[in-house]
Nanobody, 117 residues
């Protein structure tokens, strides 16, 4: 059974940094794209950043220049380095992985990031 386990969330002051990690386990198939999404109450989950197995990245406009996504394929782990955090970045951050030839999507349980002003 595929599991995605996030870590690294917490409380930080505006202007600070956090690094999120997400480790995937239990998959017999290749892990293709991995990404980070975020959600606040009452709003839809939105893409923050994604990275393919070859390292091609994609970012939401709101985080470009501040966040960096990376991955370690040997460890099936994806990271999100978040710098210059703003209160608007406060959300639950979810890890997503697309696995196998049919790109089945899997989600982690989420980690809360709170940015105080």
């Amino acid at each position: 059974q595929v599991q995605l386990v996030e870590s690294g969330g917490g409380l930080v002051q505006a202007g600070g940094s956090l690094r999120l990690s997400c480790a995937a386990s239990g998959s017999r198939f290749s892990i293709n794209a991995m990404g980070w999404y975020r959600q606040v109450p009452g709003k839809q989950r939105e893409l923050v950043a994604a990275i393919t197995s070859r390292g091609i990245t994609n970012y939401a406009d709101s985080v470009k220049g501040r966040f960096t996504i990376s991955r370690d394929n040997a460890k099936n782990t994806v990271y999100l380095q978040m710098n210059t955090l703003k209160p608007d970045d406060t959300a639950v951050y979810y890890c997503n992985a697309q696995i196998g030839v049919y790109n089945m999507g899997y989600w982690g349980k989420g980690t809360l990031v709170t940015v105080s002003s």
